[in-house]
């Protein structure tokens, strides 16, 4: 069952280069705010803030209160001020609280989501991002039931490779998709594995016969089989920029679509080992055109014009060298290979 996870780390959050600037608020934000259904933090937060992800700076929690970290409808926000800096109060019912730094694994199925679940749910979910080595190396189907070129729900399927038993006999069906490349360094950052179905074993041999219990999309001989894993991640936690400096570059996006806009896909060549977090904003640059210098001497001279702010992007799903990132804030059109640094 997918549980949902909400980090208040908000010791992390406030890093000493945010505490060292005046907290930014929107010329136009609210004395009050109660909150709707449908809303998202970062909404909430570009209300009352010139830049959304700097919320850490005006959200405190009191341990004493249950749950105060996790924002309801009907929830009441006001701006107030504590020895000059600016603080949201919340307002549940007849109790008014302030809030403050802690941890706590809480079920959040009525309190509103940070970004667009509803755009970002089918990334969270089945597809995986895998060494080559790992989809190679697993089992793969060898054959179908009545020489099917395309199998579905319900039939029966046969496969090599099954040497150990996955809790429940249960394997997922994966097809390698795009193979994501660093473009600076030539690494191989990792290969798509584009979810099927899922399958349980119901003989087991050196050609084991299983039975497809879900398909999402046909199932063909040569898919490959990896143990089902459990589905957990986060989806209740701060827009907030890294706490250490971040430099990558979006090396690949949904959709095959040419220009990159608010709430598309992106996926990046960072990742967990770079100390990138769910939760962390990096804006966008277009990078600059290299051109002809046309007013040098040298008729081959040439000079790159300097990158472009084009939008911030916040982090929702990591990988150890990739990640997947939704386009928050669009101020010009992105493209692929566009950088990505550390929001300030």
């Not at 909150?35 to 909430?44: A, E, F, M, R």
């Not at 929830?75 to 403050?100: A, C, H, I, M």
């Not at 729900?153 to 795009?178: C, H, L, M, Q, W």
């Amino acid at each position: 069952m997918i549980r949902h996870i909400c980090l208040g780390l908000m010791a992390l959050l406030m890093s000493s280069a945010l505490l060292a600037n005046e907290v930014a608020l929107n010329p136009n934000h609210p004395e009050r705010y109660v909150v709707v259904k449908g809303d998202t933090l970062w909404d909430i937060s570009a209300k009352f803030l010139q830049y959304p992800w700097h919320w850490p700076e005006i959200w405190q929690v009191n341990p004493q209160v249950e749950n105060p970290h996790l924002i309801y409808p009907g929830d009441e926000l006001t701006l107030v001020y504590r020895d000059g800096r600016p603080v949201l109060e919340l307002n549940r019912g007849q109790q008014t609280f302030k809030l403050s730094p802690e941890m706590r694994e809480v079920r959040i199925d009525e309190a509103i989501n940070t970004i667009p679940l509803s755009i970002i749910r089918p990334f969270l979910t089945k597809p995986r991002v895998v060494g080559v080595e790992v989809l190679d190396a697993a089992p793969y189907i060898v054959a179908t039931t009545d020489e099917r070129l395309l199998s579905g729900a319900g039939d029966d399927i046969y496969a090599r490779g099954i040497t150990t038993e996955p809790e429940g006999n249960a394997f997922s069906v994966f097809r390698g998709g795009k193979i994501y490349f660093d473009p600076d360094t030539g690494e191989e950052l990792g290969v798509e594995a584009i979810y099927s179905g899922d399958a349980v074993v119901t003989q087991p041999g050196e050609v084991s016969t299983l039975n497809l219990t879900y398909t999402s999309r046909e199932v063909m001989v040569g898919d490959k089989l990896l143990p089902v894993e459990e589905e957990n991640f986060d989806l209740n936690f701060f827009p907030r920029a890294p706490t250490q400096p971040m430099e990558g570059i979006i090396i690949s996006v949904f959709d095959g679509v040419s220009q990159v806009g608010q709430y598309q896909i992106v996926v990046l060549n960072i990742g967990s080992q770079d100390g990138l977090e769910n939760g962390h904003v990096l804006s966008v640059y277009k990078a600059g055109k290299t051109i002809r210098d046309a007013v040098s001497a040298d008729r081959d001279a040439t000079v790159t014009l300097p990158d472009e702010h084009a939008g911030e992007a916040m982090v929702f799903k990591l990988y150890e060298k990739v990640s997947y990132a939704i386009v928050m804030k669009a101020t010009t059109s992105m493209h692929l290979f566009d950088k990505v640094r550390s929001a300030q």
